[in-house]
């Protein structure tokens, strides 16, 4: 069975069911890390909120998440600048700065193994791609680097290093952050009207609203069935391997990623298009086996991204027509410092308040790229193929996974369990039959 290594001896708050008529200024959907740091940041303004999580705090992606904090997220300033401009990659350096200095400084008050670190993206053999990675930050005023040789056991191209990032435990994070905060836990919201949310179980009415899902589920607004699919990606805990201190990933979407955490490796790839083929755990175990003869595997576990359209995060009024409605999506590989970031623009918005960071993460952006046709053909093919396998949320048809023994839509990224039980969003519910494989 697999199991994050953050999620071993750590406990995390319990909070009462909701099962009643509420009334609050903001409520939040979503108890992971994004859905907590903006309850508490409305917490310290002292805004009325309420924030609901369908199962426990931190039980969704977060709990599996490699846990890195970075304004490094792979090679995208050199994108930015050439299809946004200079200065819309400079604010999206900027938040994520910011959001890392909040982070540096909420770990001196919450134990959570908070270390600085140097961060790399490498390139087995597209080094004229990090060359210019390393102009563009640099002409942004951030002082990167190119490295000839890095401390990984194949030989690359080269890398761009940033230079005091970091990482934490995550799992530590949340039971510090949320322990005081008006939480509830097991309310699974299902229906979102104007100004209320709600279940079988309860109503709760609000001015404002966030949706924090990881996975956006109301559908009839922004189009983010079209603006998303999801990605799975794996991860090896293996003892007795090597330190390499600082963080690494490959410019590479089927690369491989490096960091520590305490005695153990954390070996990050076999990565695919959720419901798709990919490498999963058994290429990362073969990688082990060739490079670290004397590791042993103490965890393994894997996890999900939403991937925007552009690489940059949908954070923001949920859309155009939905008024007092906000998102946070689209986190790509980088949640943690998204997380904090969207926590920071979205608690400034439902107080009404400006901030810069707005139009560079506006979920109401041009969608005009080309991977909306990549997902809609991906949409067509399975919503025409023949089966009775499908899932509840657009009626795309399932595939079986038989590393994880799960059902998964390659449309949008729901999962399910072997016997039909919701696992990830955006679904709401569980399949309406138990499928055979």
């Not at 979503?30 to 924030?51: M, P, T």
């Not at 999801?230 to 003892?239: C, D, G, N, P, T």
């Not at 657009?394 to 039909?420: M, Q, V, Y």
Request: proline share 4%; charged share 25%.
């Amino acid at each position: 069975m697999s199991q994050s290594v953050w999620t071993d001896h750590i406990k995390l708050p319990d909070f009462h069911k909701l099962e009643e008529k509420k009334k609050t200024h903001v409520l939040i959907i979503g108890g992971g890390l994004s859905g907590i740091l903006c309850a508490y940041f409305l917490e310290l303004a002292g805004v009325d909120y309420i924030l609901v999580e369908g199962k426990r705090i931190g039980s969704g992606i977060t709990k599996n998440t490699t846990a890195k904090i970075t304004s490094q997220h792979g090679l995208i300033y050199d994108k930015m600048i050439r299809n946004k401009g200079k200065e819309q990659a400079l604010v999206y350096l900027r938040a994520n700065e910011q959001a890392l200095e909040m982070y540096r400084k909420l770990a001196k008050t919450i134990p959570c193994k908070f270390e600085e670190k140097n961060s790399f993206v490498y390139t087995l053999k597209n080094r004229e791609w990090i060359e210019k990675e390393v102009s563009a930050v640099n002409s942004l005023g951030f002082p990167a680097k190119f490295v000839e040789k890095l401390p990984l056991p194949f030989e690359t191209e080269g890398a761009i290093q940033f230079s005091k990032q970091a990482q934490f435990n995550p799992f530590q994070f949340i039971a510090g952050l949320a322990k005081n905060l008006n939480i509830y836990e097991h309310t699974f919201i299902t229906e979102i009207a104007p100004n209320k949310a709600w279940n079988e179980e309860c109503e709760i009415y609000a001015n404002k609203i966030i949706v924090a899902t990881h996975f956006p589920f109301i559908n009839k607004n922004g189009s983010y069935f079209l603006k998303l699919y999801q990605h799975r990606s794996y991860v090896i805990a293996l003892e007795h391997a090597q330190n390499v201190n600082g963080m690494y990933v490959d410019e590479a979407k089927q690369g491989f990623s490096f960091r520590n955490y305490d005695n153990l490796l954390l070996l990050g790839g076999g990565s695919h298009r959720t419901g798709k083929q990919g490498g999963n755990y058994d290429e990362l175990r073969a990688f082990a086996k060739e490079y670290y003869l004397e590791g042993t595997e103490r965890y393994h576990w894997a996890t999900q991204d939403c991937m925007s359209l552009d690489s940059v995060p949908y954070i923001g009024q949920y859309s155009k027509h939905a008024k007092d409605l906000y998102v946070a999506t689209g986190f790509n590989k980088w949640g943690m410092t998204s997380a904090m970031v969207s926590a920071m623009l979205l608690s400034d918005l439902v107080q009404e308040k400006e901030n810069e960071w707005s139009r560079v993460f506006s979920p109401s952006r041009s969608i005009w790229h080309p991977q909306l046709f990549l997902n809609g053909i991906e949409a067509t093919l399975n919503l025409l193929t023949p089966t009775f396998k499908r899932c509840p949320h657009l009626g795309c048809a399932l595939k079986w996974n038989p590393i994880e023994r799960t059902w998964d839509c390659p449309c949008h990224g729901s999962r399910f369990e072997e016997d039909g039980s919701l696992i990830d969003n955006p679904a709401t519910g569980k399949l309406s039959f138990v499928p055979k494989k």
